[in-house]
């Protein structure tokens, strides 16, 4: 089945940016999106990128997409202490096919 | 707008008890829902999906008998875990969306612990 893999745990300073990685197998990928989750919450959708884009630009964030290498990764400009949680990747196959999870990365921003 | 909401936000129940949980769309209609199952520091894993009107389709591995989905209208699905166990303890989310998207929106949780 498909696999989404994302490091566990990554450690920032306030003010610095944080990229977040993801890579992923299925090469039929349609839609692939970003999940915040904090603690004791469920998850908020942060932003999606549809497969036939590289880029997308939201306030802070910014998504890039490299479809050949199977790469996904968030760019959070101007770290915040508010950030800190859990971020999911996910990954949506064409017609009718169930989001696939990654692992999550902690994200822990330092004051 | 697309906000989800979930009943209860936690609940403890005895051993042997049948506990329901609602999920509900606030402000569209969610022609599909989805309800996940959050070990501690683990991702989500997909137990069902469910279509208004239509039985829900569960992953492998999911009991359904134990794990009751209903979808009766296009804002409200409930999951009913049944005769609970101390292992059916966990965080239970559930996701909606609407007809011709593919966009889910979550809903805050449900802790469920099981004495």
């Known amino acids: 089945g498909e696999d989404v893999e994302q490091s566990l745990f990554l450690s920032v300073r306030e003010g610095d940016s944080s990229v977040i990685n993801c890579t992923y197998t299925d090469s039929s990928s349609t839609y692939l999106y970003w999940y915040k989750q904090e603690p004791g919450a469920g998850l908020q959708l942060l932003t999606y990128?549809?497969?036939?884009?590289d880029m997308k630009q939201d306030q802070r964030l910014t998504v890039l997409l490299n479809k050949k290498d199977k790469h996904l990764s968030l760019r959070i400009a101007d770290t915040q202490t508010g950030d800190s949680a859990i971020y999911f990747c996910a990954e949506k196959g064409g017609g009718y096919q169930k989001v696939t999870f990654g692992t999550g990365t902690k994200l822990q921003v330092i004051p | 707008g697309a906000v989800v909401s979930q009943h209860p936000s936690w609940v403890i129940c005895k051993s042997g008890t049948s506990v329901k949980i609602e999920c509900r769309s606030l402000d569209f209609q969610a022609t599909t829902m989805f309800w996940y199952r959050q070990f501690p520091k683990q991702s989500l894993m997909l137990m069902a999906t469910s279509n208004e009107g239509s039985k829900a389709t569960y992953e492998q591995g999911v009991e359904k008998d134990k794990f009751l989905i209903n979808h009766a209208s296009l804002t409200l699905s409930t999951l009913t875990v049944t005769s609970a166990h101390p292992e059916d303890s966990s965080f239970y989310i559930c996701?909606?969306?609407?007809?011709?998207?593919?966009?889910?929106?979550f809903g805050p949780g449900t802790r469920l612990t099981v004495l």
């Open positions: 996701s909606a969306s609407a007809s011709g998207t593919d966009t889910q929106y």
């Open positions: 990128i549809f497969s036939n884009m």
